[in-house]
T-cell receptor, first 114, second 115 residues
């Protein structure tokens, strides 16, 4: 089983719909992140969390919200989806105790908003 | 804020040859980490290699090596003996430890290895 699991893998929806992307991890890491990937822009940070009580905005948080339901779960919500939120979304984790260790990524959720 | 620039959107190389992908970054920090990630068509993000800024020695992982020039803020990736499986998007990334291990990514370079 994957260490970082994202659901769904793909999703097509309509403008104005509420969408939730979910991420769970079995690595025991305390830090979790949400990124979005757009062609020509690389990956950009949306939100990150150090633990269940610590949520921080990234560089492109407008239009998104997150919830850290438990140490192992971190979900990303689009309250009212718009077409320019069409992108590939990644969840990642890291461990506070090993700051020089790379983040571990899920397999991504491809979201298309029509 | 840090910025990372990959100036080569696309590159191609013949199988078994060597290719170098460029990455430059801008920071005022002295302690940081640099990474190269590979994203094949399966879209997984796979760590290729990492470099600690305080280490002068360039990192090496099998066929992958970096040329880290701290003063020039340059971090290029060299792939030797290219293989068809190296075809992927490659991302350079910067991390400042005090910022919660957040990663700042470059735009990516699409590498195609031709038979």
């Amino acid at each position: 089983d994957a260490d970082v699991t994202q659901t769904p893998r793909n999703r097509i929806t309509k403008t104005g719909k509420r969408i939730m992307l979910e991420c769970s991890q079995t690595k025991g890491h305390d830090r979790m992140y949400w990124y979005r990937q757009d062609p020509g822009l690389g990956l950009r940070l949306i939100y990150y969390s150090f633990d269940v009580k610590d949520i921080n905005k990234g560089e492109i948080s407008d239009g998104y919200s997150v919830s850290r339901q438990a140490q192992a779960k971190f979900s990303l919500s689009l309250e009212s989806a718009i077409p320019n939120q069409t992108a590939l979304y990644f969840c990642a984790t890291s461990d506070t105790r090993t700051v020089n260790q790379p983040q571990h990524f899920g397999d991504g959720t491809r979201l298309s908003i029509l | 804020a840090q910025t990372v620039t990959q100036s080569q959107p696309e590159m191609s190389v013949q199988e078994a040859e060597t290719v170098t992908l460029s990455c430059t970054y801008d920071t005022s920090e002295s302690n940081y980490y640099l990474f190269w990630y590979k994203q094949p068509p399966s879209r997984q993000m796979i760590l290729v290699i990492r470099q600690e800024a305080y280490k002068q020695q360039n990192a090496t992982e099998n066929r992958f090596s970096v040329n880290f020039q701290k003063a020039a803020k340059s971090f290029s990736l060299k792939i030797s003996d290219s293989q068809l499986g190296d075809t992927a998007m490659y991302f350079c990334a910067f991390m400042k430890p005090v910022e919660g291990s957040r990663l700042t990514f470059g735009e990516g370079t699409q590498l195609t290895v031709n038979p």
